[in-house]
T-cell receptor, first 112, second 114 residues
Framework: QKEVEQDPGPLSVPEGAIVSLNCTYSNSAFQYFMWYRQYSRKGPELLMYTYSSGNKEDGRFTAQVDKSSKYISLFIRDSQPSDSATYLCAMSDGSGYSTLTFGKGTMLLVSP | NAGVTQTPKFQVLKTGQSMTLQCAQDMNHNSMYWYRQDPGMGLRLIYYSASEGTTDKGEVPNGYNVSRLNKREFSLRLESAAPSQTSVYFC?????????????FGDGTRLSIL
């Protein structure tokens, strides 16, 4: 079993739709969770950063963490064509002895 | 703001040639990383440098060497390139080594080995 699982997609939605992107993980020590957005031929850029369980909102984006289910989600409201990108989840236990563990990414396509 | 800068952006090599990928960050970060990204494989850590003067192996270090030249610069060297090293290489940096620190990425070097 991979440490972090993420559906590769592509996920195709019409403009204005609510998008849900998800990752599951197996390591119960993970407590820091991040979402990165990667446009084609660009590097990943940090989108959301959360600690432990709960929700965090930033504009049209909401990150949700359910540690009991080992499941994290990124919701995008009123999706735009400019949201078309690959979204990578990343997580860590926060120690100085580990590094970030990345999911493989989900490709999102938002059509006008 | 430049952030993390990688050079070159593209490179084509022949099998057996050597190559150094350069990375520099201007965010005064202590830790730097090299990843490769392949279709279906995601980001895989090659080497990292927790602080100036230290380097450690990541998940896929074979065939690579690194040098932390100073606090700003971290280079990746392929001594004898192989077709299996065809990939997109990303450099990243973070404020500290602790894995709760978000990493900031450059835009990558696209490397093809013929």
């Amino acid at each position: 079993q991979k440490e972090v699982e993420q559906d590769p997609g592509p996920l195709s939605v019409p403009e204005g739709a609510i998008v849900s992107l998800n990752c599951t993980y197996s390591n119960s020590a993970f407590q820091y969770f991040m979402w990165y957005r990667q446009y084609s031929r660009k590097g990943p850029e940090l989108l959301m950063y959360t600690y432990s369980s709960g929700n965090k909102e930033d504009g049209r984006f909401t990150a949700q963490v359910d540690k009991s289910s080992k499941y994290i989600s990124l919701f995008i409201r009123d999706s735009q064509p400019s949201d078309s990108a690959t979204y990578l989840c990343a997580m860590s236990d926060g120690s100085g002895y580990s590094t970030l563990t990345f999911g493989k990414g989900t490709m999102l396509l938002v059509s006008p | 703001n430049a952030g993390v800068t990688q050079t070159p952006k593209f490179q084509v090599l022949k099998t057996g040639q050597s190559m150094t990928l350069q990375c520099a960050q201007d965010m005064n970060h202590n830790s730097m990383y090299w990843y490769r990204q392949d279709p279906g494989m995601g980001l895989r850590l090659i080497y990292y440098s927790a602080s100036e003067g230290t380097t450690d192996k990541g998940e896929v270090p074979n065939g690579y060497n690194v040098s932390r030249l100073n606090k700003r610069e971290f280079s990746l060297r392929l001594e004898s390139a192989a077709p299996s090293q065809t990939s997109v290489y990303f450099c990243a940096s973070s404020l500290h080594r602790d894995s709760n620190q978000p990493q900031h990425f450059g835009d990558g070097t696209r490397l093809s080995i013929l």
